[in-house]
């Protein structure tokens, strides 16, 4: 009998409800893991093919030869860019002036084009979070609100970021080797054939490193590394950053091969014999008689089978993309433990709440005047309109974790300007 495709998916998983909607099986081979891999990564090749898109927006497109040139892959409502633009920022004008102007949306606004990193074209399909974005970036930037399986060229830059879709890599999801979301990796990859950047770097969940026994994190490095870039990942907690939230995220960091720099993750700022962890009450203290609008109902089975409440001395609990699994404010009694998978509210549901809207922002690090879309249908009930705002916040990565990554980048970017400025120059006095 010949073994099909479909054959081997069905190896790798069990039609058996869990958290996600399926549950891996506990004993696939490492053999169809590899074939359903190849298989996807030739079909995301191939739908490329079947795109009729029109690329005259490459002419919109406003590239500076002074600057580190962004392209922002699954660019959401923007975390990964702030951060970004705010080390490259501090690189040019040090770092207590850029967190001045940082926590002032006018000032901000005034210095921001001073930072070494240009963005200048995103690529996202979420309405709400794509408005957001607009809000809070300059003009200049390029959006690309379609579908990334069908932009047939992508212009040159000089580093793409983004974190792609993570769903079938979350602890918490299906984790399933075949699910397609965790392909869209190949255009990533794609696109930096194309735009042939100096950097790359890209942000996914921690759980993407054991799907797959860690032959999927093997096959995309692998993969990425196949483009021409020395390519390395490493597990990070944003707590070890300045971010009040126990976050662990894979950030995988590509350079091309044809430059003398090697990329070195940053060190820890806070923890023991550093600075001290950020606190709730340190993020969020001062928003507790008026923390604005937050998501409220029912709290779930699934919502009570754990712990959802840390202390004010403590950091949050990693901010979901859902309103409705939003942590609880830290404030009242601890949450109770009265069986397996099954926890209550000792004193009462009712002197309780979820995090607000304002507080997630907090505690992912963005400042007070950044603006989140929840404009949408007007019609549909505050709670509806509420989570398109929870879930750009909690598909975002933490501004100052990501402004970490990027420093070590930022302050290499300085002097990789200043060397094509001069050979821009030597060209010219060639004529």
């Known amino acids: 009998m010949i073994e099909t495709e479909l054959d081997v998916k069905n190896e790798i998983k069990v039609d058996k409800k869990g958290r996600g909607k399926f549950k891996p099986a506990p004993n696939y081979k490492l053999d169809d893991v590899h074939r359903v891999l190849a298989q996807k990564i030739l079909e995301e090749n191939t739908k490329i093919l079947e795109s009729d898109v029109d690329n005259d927006y490459l002419k919109n497109i406003h590239y500076r030869e002074d600057k580190i040139n962004v392209i922002s892959l699954f660019s959401g409502c923007g975390g990964l860019d702030l951060g970004f633009e705010l080390s490259g920022l501090a690189a040019v004008i040090g770092e207590e002036e850029a967190l001045n102007a940082f926590s002032n949306k006018e000032l901000f606004n005034k210095v921001r084009e001073k930072s070494v990193f240009n963005t200048i074209y ?10 957001s974005y607009k809000e809070n970036f300059p003009d200049s930037v390029f959006q690309h609100e379609m579908d990334i399986r069908k932009v047939r060229n992508f212009p040159r830059a000089d580093l793409v970021v983004g974190g792609f879709p993570c769903p079938g890599f979350s602890e918490a999801g299906p984790r399933l080797i075949d699910d397609e979301r965790n392909f869209l990796y190949i255009h990533f990859i794609r696109c930096i054939t194309q735009a042939k950047p100096d950097v790359f770097v890209a942000e996914n969940v921690k759980g993407m490193l054991t799907l797959g026994k860690g032959e999927v994190i093997k096959q995309i490095t692998e993969d990425f590394a196949s483009a021409g870039y020395r390519v390395q990942y490493k597990l990070l907690n944003s707590r070890d950053y300045g971010v009040p ?26 923890g023991e014999g550093l600075l001290p962890y950020v606190t709730l009450r340190d993020a969020i203290g001062d928003l507790e008689a008026n923390p604005g609008p937050y998501f409220t109902g029912s709290y779930s089975s699934i919502y009570m089978s754990r712990n959802r409440k840390k202390r004010w001395d403590e950091q949050s609990f990693t901010i979901q993309a859902s309103g409705r699994q939003a942590p609880l404010h830290p404030g009242g009694v601890p949450m109770e433990k009265i069986g397996k998978d099954e926890w209550c509210f000792p004193d009462g549901e009712e002197n309780h709440r979820r995090l607000s809207v304002k507080e997630i922002a907090r505690i992912q690090t963005f400042p007070d005047w950044y603006y989140f879309d929840d404009s949408g249908n007007m019609k549909v009930q505050e709670n509806n309109r509420l989570d398109k705002q929870y879930k750009q916040i909690g598909n975002a990565v933490p501004v100052f974790l990501a402004k970490a990554v990027a420093t070590p980048i930022a302050n290499w970017a300085i002097d990789r300007i200043q060397t094509r400025l001069n050979e821009n120059t030597q060209q010219l006095n060639l004529f």
């Open 122 to 131: 995103t690529n996202d399909l979420f309405k709400e979070a794509n408005t």
């Open 245 to 270: 939230q126990l976050r662990e995220r894979v950030f995988i960091v590509g350079v091309r091969e044809d430059l003398d720099y090697d990329y070195e993750y940053p060190e820890p700022t806070h």
